[in-house]
């Protein structure tokens, strides 16, 4: 049923000799490999320097990473800066900025440590890109390995035997430095990845990888001015200038596949114009080989994982993702559905899409205001709760009514705008349709998990794939309990209270997923991969808001609509 990918923590992959989830997200330093042995405290010492002096600015915002707008965000914010500065007016581009500095710092809403940087397009700089960083990785995990035996004291302590440093120093806090700004400047499949693993329950999250964690969910370094000009003109012409009044060349976010631009259309709309990073869509396939092969090589995949259907599952769904005219018609689909509901029409908005301003590789839509959701914690509680119950009815009503969700459970993908109290949904690129057999099996599965029914749970578990039927009763009892505690949310009359969710449930939970990942026969179905991603999200987004929710109304009203 609730496969790995559901279930997952930094407990249960340390575990499993690594933490994946910290593995996915540590920078990219330059580091030659030669003189390895001789040369690890000077180049270190050489980078802490550099990295000291050259982003003064980046370590002041660092204590503060929520002021960065996660993937996607498109929303208007305090800081949102007028179409002012490096901008197009009336179709008339003016002069390049002198440099980076001409825009005024405390305009931007990028991530603190974002940068302008190329990105490696080519299938030779991506290689190239991750060898780097998977010698990097290497290298800072054998520096730490030295500085710990030799920190206490002069001789050097015997570690457990059972134990490899290696693996030890992967998770540490320097690495995970490395892997996030190492994904932010490659960008494509690499950082859309480690972005799935970032959306976790911060109580299971070691507080050394947190901050890494924010920085891959904040975004990635942005386009020069001169690649992503080469992206405008191959996809809306040498004239795209003049099918605009205003453009900002700087960008409002920038995420794993592309970044966002303001603009202004002739008719006066403001615009978000989402725009592809160049040789994303042609190098996703490369991109998982090679990060397969860095996981691989540091064994941090457990054997349950079932690694090459994950794969194989992840690159079909990026390869969606990359194609934006899809998403433009999955964006007007949503548009339509959500206006076709009582529910979702008063408390959801979907902006309308430009369609000619979209390509390939370009999708503009109306610019809609609202913060990223996790912001929203910090609202009263009343809030909290009621933008909690909005988005599990939401959940349950894309899959189980419409049979079509969004699976991108990333927060900015969800915008709250207190001022008329609605969500907007943004990014649809990984939208997608569920067969209506395989969703009426798993709404009865969710029914049999809330009311404790294990002999159901375990026929629909087997009948839409989770089992083969022949598993162990180790693994039967583990994937009935951890169904059980899952659907605790449904099966609890009145208030359901996330905030004492992580507290009561996650451990136990990654304990039994430790044991299926252990005994598992059989990968689960590839469905359920997006499926699981949203609804953890959904629950994840409630324990982070800590609202308290009706979600047994919410699920029940659900399910007794979708059986009639």
Not at 59 to 74: I, K, L, Q, R
Not at 104 to 111: E, S
């Amino acid at each position: 049923m609730f496969h790995p990918t559901f279930l997952r923590s930094a407990k249960h992959w340390k575990s499993n000799k690594g933490l994946l989830l910290d593995f996915l997200e540590q920078p990219n330093r330059a580091a030659s490999v030669s003189g390895f042995e001789n040369r690890i405290d000077s180049i270190l010492k050489k980078k802490r320097k550099g990295v000291n002096e050259k982003n003064v600015a980046d370590t002041s915002d660092a204590s503060n990473p929520s002021n960065a707008p996660p993937e996607g965000v498109w929303a208007e914010t305090a800081t949102t800066p007028p179409i002012v500065n490096s901008t197009i007016t009336n179709g008339q581009p003016p002069p390049p900025p002198a440099s980076d500095a001409d825009v005024p710092i405390a305009k931007r809403t990028l991530a603190a440590a974002a940068k302008e940087r190329a990105v490696p397009s080519t299938p030779i700089a991506r290689f190239m890109g991750f060898a780097g960083l998977g010698a990097n990785l290497a290298f800072g995990a054998v520096q730490d390995s030295v500085s710990r035996v030799w920190s206490r004291d002069d001789s050097p302590k015997q570690s457990n035997s059972n134990e490899n440093p290696l693996y030890k120093n992967i998770l540490s806090e320097r690495n995970a430095e490395t892997l996030a700004a190492g994904l932010c400047r490659m960008r494509g499949a690499a950082l859309k990845l480690g972005q799935m693993f970032s959306i976790q329950d911060e109580n299971m999250i070691p507080p050394q990888i947190q901050a890494a964690l924010e920085r891959v969910r904040a975004g990635a370094d942005y386009m020069p001015r001169k690649q992503l000009e080469r992206v405008l003109q191959d996809e809306l012409g040498s004239d795209w200038s003049s099918k605009i009044a205003e453009f900002d060349f700087m960008p409002m976010a920038a995420a794993s596949i592309g970044q966002v631009h303001k603009a202004i259309t002739h008719d006066g709309r403001t615009v978000a114009m989402k725009i592809q990073y160049p040789g994303v869509a042609e190098s996703i396939d490369s991109d998982m080989d090679n990060l397969m092969r860095m996981m691989s090589i540091a064994d941090v995949l457990p054997k349950g994982l079932f690694v090459d259907n994950l794969v194989k599952v992840m690159k079909r769904e990026l390869a969606l993702e990359c194609d934006y005219e899809y998403e433009m018609k999955s964006q007007a689909r949503f548009r339509e559905l959500v206006g076709g509901d009582e529910f979702t029409n008063q408390h959801f908005i979907v902006p309308d899409v430009v369609p000619e301003l979209c390509s390939q590789r370009i999708l503009t839509s109306e610019w809609v205001p609202g913060v990223s959701i996790d912001k929203v914690r910090e609202l009263p509680q009343g809030v909290r709760n009621d933008v909690g119950a909005k988005l599990l009815t939401m959940t349950m009503k894309e899959l189980f009514s419409w049979r079509f969700m969004q699976t991108d459970p990333n927060w900015g993908n969800f915008l709250y705008d207190q001022e008329s109290d609605k969500l907007a949904l943004i990014d649809f690129g990984a939208a997608r349709e569920y067969p209506k057999e395989f969703v009426d099996d798993y709404l009865q599965m969710v029914k049999a998990c809330a009311v404790k029914d294990g002999k159901e749970v375990m026929r629909r578990s087997t009948s839409l794939g989770f089992l083969t039927g022949d598993e162990s009763k180790v693994m039967m009892d583990a994937h009935c309990e951890a169904g059980f505690i899952v659907g605790l949310p449904f099966a609890q009359d009145g208030l359901y209270d996330f905030g004492t969710h992580s507290q009561n449930v996650t451990g136990r939970v990654t304990e039994l997923g430790v044991v299926m990942l252990k005994n598992r026969l059989c990968p689960p179905p590839d469905e359920s991969y997006s499926l699981h991603r949203k609804l953890s999200g959904a629950f994840l987004c409630c324990i982070k808001l800590g609202a308290v929710v009706p979600s047994k109304e919410i699920f029940d009203r659900v399910y007794e609509e979708s059986s009639a």
